[in-house]
C-alpha cells in the first residue's frame, strides 16, 4: 500500500484556487492511492473530484529504443553514408547488429535512401528524416498521436501501445480544512470516561451494508404455523385433548367410528400395524394415577351436574352392534364383526381416534364442548414429494345441541378467516364417520384456484350413540393436515423440506415468524 | 376414492346437452363427485390407428358403488338435473317359468360359501357396452370386494352353457377346464402354477391357493363355468354376440354380495329388449338356509323424521319440499299419513351407502345444495379454552431452549431398530420398543424411545451447515408398557445435541442449568451449592455415568427431587466416537435428553 495521500491532496488543494488534476499533480502516484485517499476525504465532504478515464498512447521497449536511437532503417543508412566507398552487404549485419540489418535494409531501400551496386549498398542522399523515430518522440511527448494511420501501424509494428489511464479532477468540499483529524473507529466506554468523545471524530457508519449477524435460536417453522392454529382454537374457546398416545387399538382408530373393518383405511397397505406388544385390550377406564386424565376447566352444565359412571363393556357391545346388525336406527354394515381384530394395535392413522376417546368421555355428563389438537398421525404410505409416513393433524371438534349444518359452514368462515381465506364453498363428500361430509376448498388468490383445505362433517349416530351421548346432541368435526396449508403458504414443494431430519436448519433459522392472518 | 374414465361425448349426449370443463366441474362439486380431468387437451393414446377419443375421469366417493361405471353416473346426474327419474327395475320370470336354478354343495362352506346370481335376457352389446361391463366387475372387484376377496363375479354366454348350475367345493386336481382365453386344458394346481406369474390374476391366487378344496360352479353338463375368484372357463365367455348373460357371484360376505348384484343387473338391464328388465334365478343352499330366489330388487322401505332433517340442515321445508329434494337424489318419498313429522322414503336397491336417516338429510341437503344452505355462525356455549399441560409444559421449555440459542428441528417419531438401538450402544431388551408389523422400509421398524436418533440425523444431514450446529427437539416417544389398555405409553421428553470442534459438554450442561432453572428446579451439589434457598420443593444433581452410548467419565445422570421424591429423568454427555461413526458424524457430539413428565 502506497502511503497516504490525504494530505499531499490537502495540501495541493489549499495552494490552488482552481481545481487540480490528479495527473498533474501526482503524476507517478499509483491511481488507486489516490482513490481510497479521496474517498476517505469525499465521504467527509472534505473534497469532492470526479474521475477521468483516457486513453493514452505510450512505447514499447522496442519504440523508446527508437525514440533514443534512431529506427532499424535511419542506422542502416548512416553505416552506408560512414562508408565512403560503399558498404558490402555481407558487413551490414557485423555493423549494425542483425536485426537492424534485417529490417532496417528493406525500409532503407522503400524509402529510396540506399541503393544496391552490386554487392554494395551506396546511399543516393545525403540527409534523411527518420520519420518512424519523429512520431515515437511526439508519441513519448504528448502520450497521444493524432494520425489514426500511424497509430495503427506503429501498433502493428509494436512499438505503441495503447492505455487507460485513470486520473482525478479535484476540488475542495464544503468541509474543507488543512488537516485530515484522526477518525476513531467506534464510541467506546473509555472514550466515555476520559471526555474524548467531545472532540474525537467517529469514522461514519457504513449505511448500505447490514449489521453484525445476532446470534439466535430458533423454533421450526411448523411449529410456529401449528402456534398459530393453536391460539385460533383458543381464541374460540377450544380444548386441547390429550393426543400424547402413538398407539391406538383398531376398536378406538376405526370401530368406534364406525369405520367398518373391511374398509380400505385398514389395509395393511395404509396402516401401521403394531407387531409388538401384541394384543390390546378392551376399553376401560385410565388408571387414575394417569396424569394425563383429562381434567376439564369447563364447568358442569345445569342440565346435567353428576358425572354418570361410563359403560365401558356397554360401549363396546354397543359398536359392535350397530357393525354387526345395526343400532340407532341405522340398519349397520351387517358382516360379522371380530373382537380381535378390533384389539389389533395400531399408530393411529388419525387424532379422531383421540377425538372419539374424549366425545366418549364427555358422555359422562353431556354438555357443550369444543375441542381441539394438532399432533402426529401415521400412514403407511410410499414416500414421495407430498407424502410422509408422518404428518400433523389439526382437529377440531364441536359438541352441542340442535348443531345445524348452516352453522358449520358458517363456523369454518370465521375459523378460516382467521387465517387469511376468506372465499369458501363446500363439496359434498364421503367419510365413513360423518354425515353429511363436506370437503371445504378456499380459493387461493396466488395460484388463482380453488384449493381443498380441509374436510368436515357432523358425526354419525352410529359413532355418537353407542357413547352415550343423546340423541339431539350433535357434533361437528374437521381436519386438515398442518403441512399441506404450511406448504401452500410457503411455497415449500416438497415436505420433507418441512419434516422431518432433512430439513435444511439454514430453512429453520431463518424462517420469518407467521402470522397466518396476513401472510 | 376410485376414478372412472368415460367418454365424455358420450356422457353429454346422454345429459342431454354439452358442458364446458368449467360448467361440469360444477356440476359435479355439486354432487359431490370429482373430476379430476378432462383429456380434451391431453396427448391421448393412439389404440389400434385411432386416437382414443376425449375421456372425463371422475372420482366417485367411496360408498357410492352404483356409479362405478358410465351408466351409473349418467342415470344419477339426469335424476339429478330432474331430467330422469328412478328407473323401475323389474324382476320378470321366463316365458316358461322355469327359473334358472343353482344348488350349492355344503363343501363351499369351508372356503367361499355364498352365491347369488341372476340372468339379462334379450341383451344387446357393443363395443362401448361391453367394455363398461368388463370395466364395472373390475371396479367392483377392486373397491367393495376388496380385491376379489369378499365378493367375486362371473359372467357367461347362457347360451353356452346349461342349468341347473352347481356351485361345490373340491380337491384342485379334480377341476379340469379349460381357462378364459386359453386353449390348454388345466386342473386347479397346473393353474395356480400357470398363472403364478401373471400380471393381472397372480394377486387373486393367495385368496384359495393353500385350501385343500376350491370353489367351482359346474353346469349340468359338468362343464366349467368358473372358478371363483380367480378365472372363468373359456367355454361359457362373453361375446359381442352374446344374447343371454348368466351373472354367478360368489362370496365370504352376504351384504356385499347381494350389493354387488343388484348393481350388476341394475346398471346393465337398460341394454335388453325391454329395458330395466331382469330374470331372477334360484339358489338352492339348504345346509345354510340361504335357500332364496335373487337378486331382491325391491326398496328398502324406512320412514325420516321432518324435524331431524329441518334441524341438521337448518331449513325448514315442508315433508313435501323434502320429498321433492329427495327424488333428485333417487328416492321415492312421500309425507307420512301417520305422521307431520314424518316421510315414508323408499331408499332404492342400487342406493346400499344409506343407513341411516342421517344419510337421508345430507342427499336433502346436497339436493338443496351446501352453498345454499343459511350460513350461521354456531350458538356460542359457554365453553373453556384451556391448553393440554404436558403441551404448556413443553412450550415453555421450547422457547427457553429457543431463547438460549438453540435451534428446533423437527424429526420423525419412527425409526429403524439400529437407530434406536444398535447405533446409539444401546442393547434392546424386548421390554422397551414399540415395533411395527409392516413398515414399508427399514425406516421405519420402531416407535423411537429416544429423541436422539431424530437429532443425530438431522445432524447428518445438515453437515453444510456453520459449526457449532446447537438444535433441540420436545416431543414424545413411546414405550411399551403391558399394564395399559393399548400397552404402550408416550413419554415427553426434552433434547437437545451440540455438534461442533470442540465436545460441547460444558455447554449442553449448561443448556440443562437454564432449563432447570426456568423450571424453579435448583441446584444442589457443587461449587454454587444451594443458591436459592427458597426453592426447597425441586431440586436436581447430577452424578456421573457409566453408559456405553457416552465417552468415559464424561456423562450424567440427571436427578430431581420433587416434593421429596427421587427420579432420574435422563442424562447427558459426549457421544461415544462409536456413536459418531454410526451415524457419520466427524465432530464431537454432546447431548442431553430428560423425561418432562415429572415437572407436571
Redesign the interface.
Known amino acids: 500500500m502506497a502511503s497516504d495521500m490525504t494530505t499531499p491532496i490537502l495540501d495541493a488543494l489549499s495552494a490552488s484556487e482552481a481545481a487540480i488534476l490528479s495527473s498533474e499533480a501526482f503524476p507517478s502516484t499509483p491511481s488507486l492511492s489516490i482513490k481510497s485517499a479521496l474517498d476517505r476525504l469525499a465521504s467527509r465532504s472534505m473534497v469532492e473530484y470526479e474521475t477521468i478515464d483516457k486513453e493514452v498512447v505510450v512505447l514499447t521497449d522496442e519504440g523508446e529504443e527508437i525514440a533514443t536511437n534512431g529506427s532499424h532503417e535511419a542506422k542502416v543508412f548512416e553505416a552506408v553514408v560512414a562508408a565512403l566507398d560503399g558498404l558490402k552487404i555481407g558487413d551490414l549485419p557485423g555493423i549494425v547488429g542483425k536485426d537492424n540489418a534485417k529490417i532496417g535494409q528493406g525500409n532503407a531501400f522503400k524509402r529510396g535512401w540506399i541503393k544496391k551496386d552490386k554487392d554494395v549498398l551506396r546511399a543516393t542522399t545525403h540527409s534523411i528524416v527518420d520519420e518512424t523515430r519523429e512520431l515515437l518522440l511526439t508519441v513519448k511527448r504528448t502520450q497521444a498521436l493524432d494520425d489514426q494511420k500511424a497509430v495503427t501501424d506503429l501498433k502493428r509494428r509494436k512499438l505503441i501501445a495503447l492505455q487507460k489511464v485513470i486520473s482525478f479532477k479535484i476540488s475542495k468540499g464544503p468541509k474543507f480544512a488543512r488537516e485530515f483529524v484522526k477518525e476513531e473507529t467506534d464510541l467506546t466506554a473509555e472514550m466515555l470516561a476520559n471526555g474524548s468523545w467531545k472532540t474525537a471524530q467517529l469514522k461514519p457508519y457504513n449505511f448500505k451494508a447490514k449489521g453484525a449477524l445476532t ?6 417453522p ?2 410456529k404455523v401449528r ?1 398459530e392454529f ?1 391460539n385460533i ?17 383398531g376398536f378406538w382408530n376405526f370401530d368406534a367410528l364406525f369405520v367398518p373393518q ?1 374398509h ?1 383405511a385398514r389395509d ?1 397397505q395404509d396402516t ?13 377406564e ?2 387414575l394415577d394417569d ?2 386424565r383429562l381434567k ?4 358442569a352444565s345445569s342440565k346435567a351436574t353428576t358425572e354418570k359412571a361410563l359403560d365401558y363393556k356397554g360401549y363396546w357391545d354397543n359398536v359392535r352392534q350397530v357393525h354387526e346388525s ?1 343400532k ?8 360379522p364383526w371380530s373382537a380381535d381384530e378390533s384389539l389389533r ?1 395400531v ?1 393411529r392413522t388419525h387424532t379422531t381416534s383421540v377425538s372419539t376417546y374424549v366425545l366418549h368421555k364427555l358422555a359422562a355428563n353431556p ?4 375441542y381441539f389438537s394438532i399432533d ?1 398421525v ?1 400412514r ?4 414421495d414429494a407430498t407424502h ?3 404428518f400433523h393433524q389439526v382437529e377440531g371438534v ?1 359438541a ?1 345441541f ?10 369454518m ?2 375459523f378460516f378467516a382467521k387465517m387469511g381465506i376468506h372465499q369458501l ?6 367419510n ?1 364417520y360423518t ?4 370437503e371445504i376448498f378456499g380459493y387461493h388468490e396466488g395460484l388463482g384456484k380453488w384449493v381443498e383445505i380441509g374436510n368436515s362433517g ?1 358425526f ?3 359413532m355418537l350413540e353407542p357413547m352415550g351421548l343423546p340423541k339431539d346432541m ?1 357434533v ?1 368435526g374437521w381436519g386438515l393436515s398442518l403441512e399441506r396449508p404450511t406448504m401452500i403458504k410457503y411455497g415449500v414443494s416438497n415436505i420433507r423440506e418441512l ?8 430453512f ?2 431463518t424462517n420469518p415468524a407467521v402470522r397466518l392472518e396476513k401472510d | 376414492m376410485p376414478t372412472i374414465a368415460v367418454d365424455k361425448a358420450a356422457l353429454f349426449k346422454e345429459l342431454g346437452r354439452e358442458y364446458t370443463t368449467e360448467e361440469f366441474d360444477e356440476l359435479c362439486f355439486e354432487f359431490g363427485i370429482e373430476l379430476d380431468e378432462d383429456t380434451t387437451n391431453s396427448d391421448r393414446p393412439i389404440v389400434n390407428g385411432q386416437q382414443e377419443p376425449p375421456q372425463l375421469k371422475i372420482e366417485i366417493p367411496a360408498n357410492r358403488y352404483d356409479m362405478l361405471c358410465f351408466e351409473g353416473i349418467a342415470l344419477n346426474l339426469n335424476i339429478f338435473l330432474g331430467r330422469k327419474s328412478y328407473p323401475n327395475y323389474k324382476l320378470v320370470e321366463p316365458s316358461n317359468g322355469e327359473l334358472q336354478t343353482l344348488i350349492v354343495k355344503e363343501d363351499t362352506t369351508k372356503i367361499r360359501p355364498y352365491v347369488s346370481g341372476a340372468v339379462l335376457r334379450n341383451f344387446k352389446f357393443d363395443q362401448a357396452r361391453y367394455e363398461s361391463f368388463i370395466a364395472l366387475q373390475d371396479k367392483l372387484h377392486q373397491n367393495l370386494a376388496r380385491q376379489r376377496t369378499l365378493v367375486s363375479i362371473g359372467t357367461h354366454d347362457l347360451d353356452t352353457i346349461k342349468g341347473p348350475f352347481t356351485y361345490e367345493a373340491l380337491p384342485p386336481k379334480d377341476i379340469r377346464f379349460v381357462p378364459l382365453n386359453q386353449t390348454q386344458e388345466m386342473n386347479g394346481e397346473e393353474l395356480m402354477a400357470f398363472y403364478d406369474k401373471d400380471r393381472h390374476l397372480g394377486k387373486y391366487l393367495h385368496i384359495i391357493r393353500d385350501s385343500p378344496v376350491y370353489p367351482v360352479i359346474y353346469d349340468s353338463n359338468r362343464v366349467v363355468c368358473s372358478l371363483p375368484p380367480i378365472i372363468n372357463g373359456d367355454h361359457s365367455k362373453i361375446t359381442l354376440d352374446t344374447k343371454n348373460i348368466f351373472i354367478e357371484i360368489t362370496a365370504l360376505d352376504k351384504t356385499k354380495l347381494e350389493i354387488v348384484n343388484k348393481i350388476m343387473v341394475t346398471m346393465f338391464s337398460q341394454y335388453t329388449s325391454e329395458p330395466f328388465t331382469i330374470e331372477p334365478i334360484r339358489i338352492v343352499s339348504e345346509h345354510n338356509g340361504e335357500t332364496r330366489t335373487v337378486p331382491d330388487l325391491s326398496p328398502r322401505v324406512t320412514q325420516a323424521e321432518v324435524s331431524y332433517i329441518n334441524q341438521c340442515c337448518g331449513l325448514n321445508l315442508s315433508p313435501s319440499e323434502i320429498c321433492n329434494l329427495l327424488k333428485k337424489m333417487s328416492y321415492n318419498a312421500k309425507p307420512s299419513a301417520t305422521s307431520a313429522d314424518l316421510i315414508d322414503v323408499d331408499i332404492p336397491a342400487t342406493r346400499a351407502d344409506v343407513l341411516h336417516q342421517c344419510d337421508i338429510m345430507e342427499d336433502v341437503a346436497i339436493a338443496y345444495g351446501f352453498n345454499s344452505l343459511p350460513r350461521a355462525f354456531p350458538n356460542i356455549s359457554g365453553t373453556v379454552a384451556q391448553p393440554l399441560p404436558i403441551n404448556k409444559l413443553s412450550d415453555i421449555l421450547r422457547v427457553e431452549a429457543a431463547m438460549a440459542g438453540w435451534s428446533e428441528v423437527l424429526p420423525l417419531i419412527l425409526c429403524s431398530h439400529d437407530e434406536n438401538f444398535g447405533w446409539l450402544n444401546r442393547k434392546d431388551d424386548g421390554n422397551t420398543a414399540v415395533k411395527l408389523a409392516n413398515p414399508k422400509t427399514l425406516e421405519f421398524q420402531v416407535v423411537r424411545t429416544s429423541l436422539l436418533p431424530g437429532l443425530l440425523k438431522t445432524i447428518r444431514e445438515n453437515k453444510h451447515h456453520a459449526v457449532p450446529i446447537k438444535i433441540f427437539e420436545v416431543s414424545d416417544v413411546a414405550f411399551k408398557d403391558l399394564s395399559l389398555e393399548r400397552k404402550s405409553r408416550n413419554e415427553r421428553h426434552f433434547a437437545a445435541a451440540w455438534y461442533g470442534k470442540s465436545s460441547g459438554f460444558e455447554v449442553v450442561h449448561g443448556l440443562l442449568d437454564r432449563v432447570m432453572a426456568m423450571l424453579k428446579t435448583a441446584f444442589i451439589t457443587g461449587e454454587e451449592g444451594l443458591e436459592n434457598p427458597a426453592v426447597t420443593d425441586s431440586q436436581y444433581w447430577i452424578e456421573e455415568l457409566d453408559d456405553p452410548t457416552y465417552f468415559p467419565g464424561h456423562a450424567a445422570n440427571i436427578h430431581v427431587r420433587i416434593n421429596g421424591k427421587d427420579h432420574v429423568i435422563g442424562s447427558f454427555g459426549i457421544l461415544h466416537p462409536t456413536v459418531l461413526e454410526k451415524y457419520e458424524l466427524k465432530y464431537p457430539v454432546s447431548t442431553v435428553e430428560f423425561n418432562l413428565e415429572v415437572f407436571l
Open positions: 446470534p439466535s435460536g430458533a423454533l421450526h411448523l411449529n402456534q393453536r382454537f383458543f381464541e374460540m374457546g377450544f380444548e386441547e385433548m390429550p393426543t400424547n398416545r402413538f398407539v391406538e387399538t373391511q380400505p395393511l401401521f400395524y403394531i407387531s409388538d406388544p401384541a394384543k390390546a385390550d378392551p376399553p376401560r385410565d388408571p396424569p394425563h376439564s376447566a369447563q364447568p345395526g340407532y336406527g341405522s340398519i349397520g354394515y351387517r358382516y394395535l399408530l354438555r357443550p364442548a369444543r402426529r401415521f403407511n404410505e410410499a414416500v410422509l409416513a408422518e364441536i352441542d340442535g348443531l345445524t349444518l348452516g352453522g358449520l359452514i358458517g363456523f368462515e370465521v364453498r363446500f363439496k359434498p363428500a364421503y365413513p354425515e353429511p361430509s363436506m357432523m354419525r349416530p352410529e350433535r361437528y419434516l422431518g431430519h432433512k430439513v435444511d436448519l439454514n429453520v433459522e
